[in-house]
């Protein structure tokens, strides 16, 4: 029975991840309804194991091997070190807590309580079917006509649903019921069409490079292809705009705010190369800092819009290494997978696809500092993990 509840709370983590949205206060410690379905899930598990330890047999026990718990403690590590000599350690505290403890205690769960294909399937309808929801509540643009929903940025929701619509592929890949084929395209097209009104091409890029690898798999390459083209026609559609123009021009104030926003965490970065600066500060020291560069154009800039800065500034040398070690890790242990033969090269391929997402679209744009999207991130990470494991 209790194995049953952690198998549904696992699951209804996955479905409410927007929920982070949702916060309050216990005393004077902030939390949001998604931190606590994970703290409720982590204690389950805990008692379900303690409970199970002395029958479960040595060989059935948790294998996560040493590449991949060295980096991991690298990258909390290096994260806790940074939030302790933060200038303000409540709101460095706060992420500390929320997007590296929680998702981290989620990712031990997943590791060590998914054993089935059965499971990994159920996960990924609980994900597609969150990411349903977000599409049908989607109704509100900002003030230069781009659609956000419930999000504060039209980008958020971009970089929610774009690692969604590709981790749902697998689904495609397991049915060969027409109906169900017939309503996961509609969803998917459903997603194509919200992630194109939030004109996000930093999206649409890491989307772009994603189904390149997909289509380069040889299963599902009808599907992928279709997709594919979908994106192709969804860029051609949006050149002739005006944000499509100013993309291409350095000199359009959306480009020259970003090269503006790297340069200034450069320079961060080099003054402070070992810890860095804290969870949480780089606004406070992009605007310490303005005085060695131009008038900004753009002052509100929470993260440096590079997911390799923000692991760099924000955890220090020592998490940004460990975050390289890992994707290096995963990456080395997804295409392995993906080279074999039978059912494994399917998800292998398309968790490598959803990294590459990430790591595209982090380019230009902060692909894990939120509290949904780290928790996809370390879902894709255990996914991985267990593929060749359980697929292999």
């Not at 949904?372 to 993990?385: M, N, R, V």
Request: proline share 3%; glycine share 6%; net charge positive.
């Amino acid at each position: 029975m209790l194995q049953k509840i952690i198998n549904f709370s696992i699951y209804l983590v996955v479905f409410c991840l927007p929920l982070y949205l949702i916060r309050f206060k216990v005393g004077w410690v902030p939390f949001n309804i998604l931190e606590v379905l994970v703290y409720v899930l982590f204690v389950l598990w805990i008692i379900s194991w303690n409970l199970a330890r002395e029958k479960v047999r040595p060989q059935e026990r948790s294998d996560l091997s040493v590449s991949f718990l060295a980096p991991i403690f690298l990258i909390f590590l290096g994260v806790t070190i940074s939030t302790w000599f933060s200038s303000d350690l409540e709101v460095s505290a706060g992420i500390w807590k929320g997007w590296f403890l929680s998702p981290l205690l989620f990712f031990i769960v997943v590791i060590n309580h998914i054993k089935t294909k059965e499971q990994v399937r159920n996960i990924i309808v609980s994900l597609t079917l969150s990411g349903l929801g977000v599409v049908l509540l989607s109704n509100n643009l900002t003030y230069d006509g781009r659609l956000h929903g419930f999000y504060l940025s039209a980008n958020y929701l971009a970089m929610y649903l774009s690692p969604i619509l590709i981790l749902s592929l697998y689904l495609y890949s397991l049915t060969k019921n027409k109906i169900i084929k017939i309503l996961l395209i509609t969803n998917y097209l459903l997603l194509i069409t919200v992630i194109y009104l939030t004109y996000s091409y930093g999206a649409w890029l890491g989307l772009g490079f994603a189904f390149v690898f997909i289509v380069l798999n040889r299963k599902d390459k009808k599907l992928a292809l279709i997709l594919f083209s979908l994106i192709i026609l969804g860029l051609v559609l949006q050149i002739p705009s005006h944000k499509f123009q100013g993309f291409l021009d350095l000199s359009y104030p959306s480009s020259e705010s970003r090269l503006v926003i790297w340069q200034s965490a450069w320079e961060i970065s080099k003054d402070h190369s070992f810890i860095g600066i804290g969870p949480g500060m780089f606004q406070k020291y992009y605007l310490e800092y303005q005085d060695k560069f131009a008038l900004y154009p753009e002052w509100a800039v929470p993260q440096p819009h590079n997911i390799f800065f923000s692991f760099w500034l924000q955890t220090g040398l020592i998490g940004l290494s460990g975050f390289i070690w890992l994707l290096i890790v995963f990456f080395r242990n997804a295409l392995r997978t993906f080279l074999y033969e039978g059912t494994s090269s399917t998800i292998s391929a398309i968790l490598v696809a959803a990294m590459i997402y990430v790591l595209v679209h982090g380019l230009v744009d902060t692909t894990y500092w939120k509290n949904d999207l780290a928790l996809i991130f370390w879902l894709i990470i255990a996914l991985g993990y267990k593929a060749s494991r359980l697929f292999g």
